[in-house]
Structure formats: structure tokens, C-alpha cells
């Protein structure tokens, strides 16, 4: 026996066709090892490299989509902002129109400058490939606006209005006129033959297309929505009066006191209407000859129109002004009292009230003789 058996290796297990098997099987199992690690090792590089291609796909894209136009631009672009647009919506619009270069650029410009959240609907004339912050200072500049900004006072009658709108718009006061000849076309209640009341006191924005009848539908429809005609009709009752008698005595008091006078002159009113008297008002006197505020001679008392309340019982056949809400509160809830007359007593416009006919003369002429009126 050889050194060798003695180990348990015996002589032939070299030409056996498997020699040193155990040696051999871990020699296989670490060339196996080894092609699988390569195999992992090479996926494994292919995924780094692909995420390094998609990243920097990414990257770009994000660095592309920021990009900005220099400088104010050129030329001349009209684009709208909605109603409820958000600064991701309106750098959509500009991107889509050739304003600015991309979303992200706006909405950066849009991030830095707090006012952004000021912009108006509306429509705007900008510029072809402006910056984004130039693009920005532009919609918050009042001057690049195209819409018509049109604020109707307190009061005003409806002649006042169309002058008004023909200083503000392109058209002129015979085309609103004209637009006023029918009311329910408007949205003037059915029955009723006049606007007037019912262009209600407001700040309007009108778009360029905006026509004559589109804004005087935008005031009727403001009115509507503001002031609840059954609540008027119910005010009204206790006097005998229907809503649109009420809406009647609150363009009165527009047109005869200062707001913090409203209720007691509409207790007046009342009082007279109530009594039988006359109202006597200047007020509808002037309506009729179109002109506002101006003192009456004894003469112009005896006008015959329908509007003259010194020749004729009751209330004036339409409103004589647009009144506003706090005109139309005091109609609706006049201030107790047994008053009757009135006269302003300063040229702030207060009034002095008494129920006795002498006391009012006597102020009256106290008045006068101060330069009250």
C-alpha cells in the first residue's frame, strides 16, 4: 500500500476521466460564481447607465422647459386671462400665443413677484417673445389692459350713465340710448317701460367686444342679482306701495339727501304720501328737464309734465335715478318719525326735519340767507 491510500487517494483516480473530484466541483462552482457575478455586474451597469440617460433626458427637459426669452419683446399679442386662471393657466396661455417660452419661466416670475396674485381677468395687449418678467410687469400695468373699467355712482340717472359710458367706450350715448328702448331685452322686469332704476351702481369691467345692450345687461342683471324684488314688495305693504314703487321712493332719496339723511327722508315721503300731500320735490322737476341739483324758480313748479310732484299727487311715474343699496335699505326701512319737511341747513347737505310748516320756513330761510342754497 502506498503513502497515498493511506489518505483514502488511490492511484488510478488520476485516469478515471473525473480526476481530483472534490477538487473539481469546487473548481466549477467558482467559474459559475464568477459568470454570474459578471452577468450582475454587467446588468448592473446597464441600469446605472440607463438611469444616467434618463436622468439627464430629465435634467434637460426640466432645463429646456425653463427657458426664457430676453428682453421686452416685439410687435403686439391680445391675450385673455379667465376667470379663475392660475399662474400655471396664464403662462399656458402665453406660452400657447407666443408671448413667453415656457410655463416654468412664468411660473417663476409669477413666484417672485407677490403681486402676480392680483391679476385681473380680463384682456391684455403684450408682446411677441417677451421675458417672462417683463411679460409679468405688463399684465400688472393697468395700461396694457383692454377692457373698459367703468365705475356708475351712486344716483346717477340713466342719462347721466350713457354720458358717462360714451367718455369711457368707443360708441356714443344715442346708441345706449337706443339699447334702453327695450327694457326686457335687458332684463328689465315684464311691464315695466323704463331702465331707469335698474342700472345699478357698480364697478364693470367690459371686454372689448362688449356691445351697448351687453353692458346695460351686465347693470339690469347686477341689479337683479343684488336686490330681491319680494323683499321690496314686502317693505312696501304697510304703505300700499309694490316693489317697484319702493325702488320709486329710493331714487328719491338719492337725488333729495345725503346717505345719512336716507330713512328720515324716506319717513317724509311716507308721511306724505300717507296724509295725501303732495311730495313737492325738486328733484322730479329737474329729472324731467334733464338736469341735476339746480334750484327751481316759481315758474318751473308749473311744468306740466307727469314728473312735476308740485302739480300732481303721488309718486313720479318712473324712478329718477339708479339708486344704491343704502338708498334702497332706507326705503325699505324708513326711520320712525313724524316729519313732514325737510331742508338742507349746510352745505355738507344736511337736512333739518319738523313736522310744523312754520318751523320749516323758518329754517328754509335761515338757509337761504347762509348761501345753503
Known amino acids: 500500500m502506498s503513502d497515498l491510500s493511506i489518505l483514502g487517494i488511490h492511484d488510478d483516480d488520476d485516469h478515471d476521466g473525473n480526476p481530483h473530484p472534490t477538487g473539481g466541483r469546487h473548481s466549477g462552482s467558482r467559474r459559475r ?3 454570474r457575478g459578471s452577468i450582475l455586474a454587467l446588468a448592473l451597469i446597464l441600469v446605472v447607465l440607463a438611469g ?51 410655463e416654468r419661466a412664468f411660473a417663476n416670475a409669477a413666484a417672485a413677484d407677490a403681486r402676480s396674485r392680483s391679476i385681473q381677468p380680463g384682456f391684455y395687449r403684450l408682446r411677441e417673445q417677451m421675458s417672462a418678467a417683463a411679460a409679468m410687469a405688463m399684465l400688472l400695468d393697468p395700461t396694457a389692459s383692454l377692457d373698459t373699467r367703468v365705475t356708475i355712482p351712486e344716483g346717477y340717472t340713466s342719462r347721466q350713465i350713457f354720458a358717462l359710458l360714451q367718455k369711457k367706450t368707443r360708441f356714443n350715448a344715442t ?43 351686465q347693470m339690469v342683471a347686477t341689479f ?10 314686502t317693505a312696501g305693504r304697510p304703505y300700499g306701495l309694490n316693489w317697484y314703487q319702493v325702488l320709486n321712493v329710493a331714487s328719491l332719496l338719492e337725488e333729495e339727501a345725503i346717505t345719512t339723511d336716507f330713512g328720515r327722508v324716506a319717513r317724509v315721503v311716507y308721511n ?30 308749473q311744468l306740466p309734465t307727469p314728473y312735476n310732484t308740485y302739480l300732481h299727487s303721488g309718486l313720479p311715474p318712473t324712478p329718477i335715478a339708479n339708486p344704491g343699496l343704502a338708498a334702497i335699505q332706507a326705503a325699505m326701512s324708513p326711520t320712525p318719525g313724524n316729519w313732514l319737511y325737510f331742508v338742507k ?17 323758518r329754517h328754509k330761510q335761515q338757509a337761504q340767507s347762509s348761501g345753503v342754497y
Request: charge should be neutral; aromatic fraction near 8%.
Open 175 to 217: 346708441q345706449f340710448v337706443a339699447a334702453a328702448r327695450n327694457p326686457q331685452a335687458l332684463g328689465v322686469p315684464a311691464g315695466i317701460r323704463s331702465v331707469e332704476g335698474f342700472l345699478f351702481p357698480a364697478t364693470y369691467d367690459f371686454v372689448p367686444s362688449t356691445t351697448p345692450e351687453q353692458m346695460l345687461q
Open 52 to 102: 444616467i440617460g434618463l436622468g439627464g433626458s430629465v435634467l434637460y427637459d426640466k432645463v429646456a422647459a425653463a427657458g426664457d426669452y430676453s428682453g421686452p419683446g416685439t410687435g403686439s399679442v391680445d391675450i385673455q386671462v379667465k376667470d379663475g386662471d392660475t399662474a400655471r393657466d396664464i403662462g399656458a396661455t402665453l406660452v400657447r400665443q407666443g408671448v413667453v417660452k415656457s
Open 272 to 301: 306724505r304720501l300717507h296724509t295725501g300731500m303732495r311730495l313737492g320735490l325738486d328733484s322730479t322737476i329737474n329729472y324731467a328737464l334733464g338736469r341735476p341739483h339746480i334750484r327751481l324758480s316759481t315758474q318751473q313748479t
Open 224 to 233: 337683479t342679482a343684488r336686490v330681491d324684488l319680494d323683499s321690496l314688495a
Open 33 to 35: 460564481s464568477s459568470r
Open 345 to 361: 341747513i349746510d352745505k355738507a347737505g344736511n337736512s333739518y326735519f319738523t313736522a310744523d310748516y312754520n318751523d320749516f320756513l
